[in-house]
C-alpha cells in the first residue's frame, strides 16, 4: 500500500510534465532485480495512459555502477532497444548512467528523452516529483543560477566548519536541474544546480557532514579536507574519514583529490538518506564533488578532466555569499525578495 493512491500523481507529473510523453511515443523504462516493482508499474501505466507505448526492461542488478557494471550487462540488446526509444526512464538501482550501453544509447540518438531516477522509491518519488510545484521550481532555480552565476567571488560556510571561498570561471556554465528535459543528453530529478568553478582559486575548509558516496553513504562522523588550490591536502575525522583516505589511495591518481564541481541542492521534498540523487538536492545544501570531471562542466576543456572515479560529499545548511552579498543562510534564501518569495511556497 506504500503510496498506492498518491503514486499516479507523481508518475503523472513525471511522464506528462517533465518528459512530455506524447501519443505514439516508443517509451523504454529499465530497472533492475533492486528496483522498485510498484515505481516502475506506476510510471509504465502513466505512460499508457498518455497515449504512449510503455516497454519495461528489467534485468538482473549488476555488482556495480556505469561502466563498472559493463561485463554484467546484456550490453547488445539493451542497447539496441534503447537506441530506438523516445524516451528512456531509468529506474535502476546500480545505474546505467555512463555505462557502455549508456554511451552507445547517447552516442545514436540526438534526441531521447532520458532521466535518470535511479534507486527511486514510492516514498521518494512523491516527495520529490508528486509533491513539487515544478513549474515554480524551474522559475526559482533559474533565478539562482543566473545571480549565482554572475558573481566572480563566492564564499561557502556551513555550521559543521565548511568554509570555503572560490572565483567562478568566465567560461563555464551553471547546469541546472530544473525539470526542462534535455534532448539527447542525460537529464536528472530536478532541484539541482551544478558549477566548476576556477579549480585553483578554492581555499579552505570542506567538512562533509551529510553523506559520502562512494564509498559511504551516510556519515555518523564528519570528514573535514583541507583545500588548497582545488586539491585536497588533508583529510581529517573519524572512522569514515580513514576509510576514505583508503578508498583515494587506492586509485594511486592525484586527479581523485581534486575538487569537481559544487551543486547546490533545492528540491522542496529531499531528505538525508544515504541515496546520493536525493541528498545532493537537500534544500540549502552544497555539494563537492571530487574525481572525474565530465566535459559540460568545463567545456574549455575538451573530454573534461579525466580521473578513476568520482564521489559526491553533502554539506548540509550552507551559507552562501556572492561578492559580499549573502544569498543563503544555514539553508534559507536572505536578501533576494523574489526567491524568498518562491521558497515559501514551493516548501
Ligand atoms: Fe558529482
Redesign the pocket.
Known amino acids: 500500500m506504500a503510496y498506492d493512491f498518491e503514486l499516479g500523481k507523481s508518475g503523472r507529473t513525471l511522464v506528462r510534465d517533465i518528459l512530455e510523453v506524447e501519443e505514439g511515443d516508443n517509451v523504454v523504462i529499465t530497472a533492475d532485480t533492486n528496483s522498485n516493482e510498484d515505481v516502475v508499474k506506476a510510471t509504465a501505466s502513466e505512460v499508457f495512459t498518455a497515449g504512449g507505448k510503455p516497454m519495461v526492461i528489467w534485468n538482473a542488478t549488476p555488482e556495480g555502477v556505469g561502466k563498472a557494471a559493463d561485463d554484467m550487462l546484456p550490453l547488445k540488446t539493451l542497447a539496441g532497444a534503447l537506441k530506438e526509444a523516445d524516451v528512456w526512464i531509468e529506474f535502476n538501482e546500480q545505474w546505467l548512467l555512463y555505462s557502455t550501453v549508456y554511451d552507445k544509447v547517447i552516442e545514436a540518438s540526438d534526441d531521447i528523452r532520458y532521466i535518470c531516477l535511479v534507486e527511486m522509491t514510492p516514498d521518494m518519488m512523491v516527495r520529490t516529483i508528486g509533491r513539487v510545484d515544478m513549474p515554480k521550481l524551474a522559475i526559482f532555480l533559474k533565478k539562482v543560477a543566473i545571480v549565482t552565476g554572475e558573481a566572480k567571488k563566492i564564499r561557502v560556510t556551513t555550521p559543521a566548519g565548511t568554509d570555503l571561498e572560490f572565483e567562478n570561471h568566465p567560461e563555464r556554465h551553471m547546469i541546472v536541474h530544473s525539470g526542462d528535459i534535455m534532448r539527447g543528453k542525460a537529464s536528472m530529478l530536478p532541484g539541482q544546480i551544478?558549477w566548476s568553478p576556477k579549480f585553483e582559486s578554492i581555499n579552505g575548509k570542506l567538512v562533509f557532514d551529510g553523506s559520502l558516496v562512494p564509498p559511504i553513504g551516510l556519515l555518523d562522523n564528519p570528514i573535514e579536507l583541507t583545500i588548497e588550490k582545488g586539491k585536497a591536502v588533508k583529510i581529517e575525522g573519524g572512522r569514515e574519514a580513514q576509510e576514505f583516505k583508503n578508498w583515494l589511495e587506492k586509485f594511486d591518481d592525484e586527479n581523485m583529490y581534486r575538487l569537481?564541481?559544487i551543486?547546490y541542492g533545492f528540491n522542496p521534498g529531499a531528505k538525508l538518506t544515504g541515496k546520493i540523487v536525493e541528498d545532493e538536492r537537500i534544500w540549502g545544501g552544497t555539494?563537492w564533488?571530487l574525481g572525474n570531471v565530465g566535459s559540460k562542466l568545463v567545456p574549455e576543456q575538451e573530454g573534461g578532466i579525466p580521473a578513476s572515479s568520482?564521489c559526491?560529499g553533502i554539506c548540509s545548511s550552507s551559507s552562501v555569499w556572492l561578492d559580499g552579498k549573502q544569498l543563503l543562510d544555514e539553508g534559507k534564501i536572505v536578501n533576494f525578495p523574489e526567491l524568498e518569495k518562491l521558497e515559501k511556497e514551493l516548501r
Open positions: 551544478s569537481a564541481h551543486s555539494e564533488g568520482h559526491d
